[in-house]
Structure formats: structure tokens, C-alpha cells
Nanobody, 124 residues
Framework: VQLVESGGGLVQPGGSLRLSCAAS????????MSWYRQAPGKERELVAA?????????????NYADSVKGRFSISRDNAKNTVSLQMNSLKPEDTAVYYC?????????????WGQGTQVTVSS
């Protein structure tokens, strides 16, 4: 199983970045995919999540942390096994290591996969 993030870097306040996560080794379309972030000295927090689209509720659903609503957008491509996070109007407080996560519930256990993280720094 691999989750490989890319797209991080240094950006000025107000700028944009697009993070991507390439997944392999598991049935991507069955997993809820999320982006988390962890800033120095802080706990890891959920940034955005997108359902697999295979749930009975039909269609993909997304969820965002209040701090990023209206600025960030999560999307997925099940054909390419990728999930992306478009980040606009970036603020210094968005500075963190961003992690890609895949999560699914099996009959007997839960499955949780993490990428290695990509650094996002928002600074002038």
C-alpha cells in the first residue's frame, strides 16, 4: 500500500497550491479519502474528506474544516486512483505538513493508510 503526496511548497499569503495524492495497493474507490495537516506543536487535524461515492447515499460527499471552507476544495479521480486538494487564498496559519489518508471499514476491522506528508509553507 502506498500513498504518495506531491505539490507542497512555499507560497505567499493569498496564493494557491494544489496537492495531489497517488494511491496504490488497495481498492481506492472503496475508501474515504482525506487530507489532514499538522503544524509544529499542534495535533494533526482533518482538513477535508471525500466519500467513495459507492455508498447507498449516492454520489460523493465532501466535508471541510471550518477554517478552510470556501478556500479549499477536495476532489478524487477513481480511474486514476488520485485525490487532490486545491488550496486558494492561503494564509500563514495554513502552514503545516499535509497528509493524505485513506480509510475504510471492513467486516472485522478498519483500514487506515497514510502518506508520508508534504510541507506547505505560507509566508511572505
Amino acid at each position: 500500500v502506498q500513498l504518495v503526496e506531491s505539490g507542497g511548497g512555499l507560497v505567499q499569503p493569498g496564493g494557491s497550491l494544489r496537492l495531489s495524492c497517488a494511491a496504490s495497493g488497495f481498492t481506492f474507490s472503496n475508501y474515504v479519502m482525506s487530507w489532514y495537516r499538522q503544524a509544529p506543536g499542534k495535533e494533526r487535524e482533518l482538513v477535508a474528506a471525500i466519500t467513495s461515492g459507492s455508498e447507498i447515499s449516492a454520489g460523493e460527499m465532501t466535508n471541510y474544516a471550518d477554517s478552510v471552507k470556501g478556500r479549499f476544495s477536495i476532489s478524487r479521480d477513481n480511474a486514476k486512483n488520485t485525490v487532490s486538494l486545491q488550496m486558494n487564498s492561503l494564509k500563514p496559519e495554513d502552514t503545516a505538513v499535509y497528509y493524505c489518508n485513506g480509510h475504510a471499514r471492513g467486516l472485522l476491522r478498519e483500514y487506515d493508510y497514510w502518506g508520508q506528508g508534504t510541507q506547505v509553507t505560507v509566508s511572505s
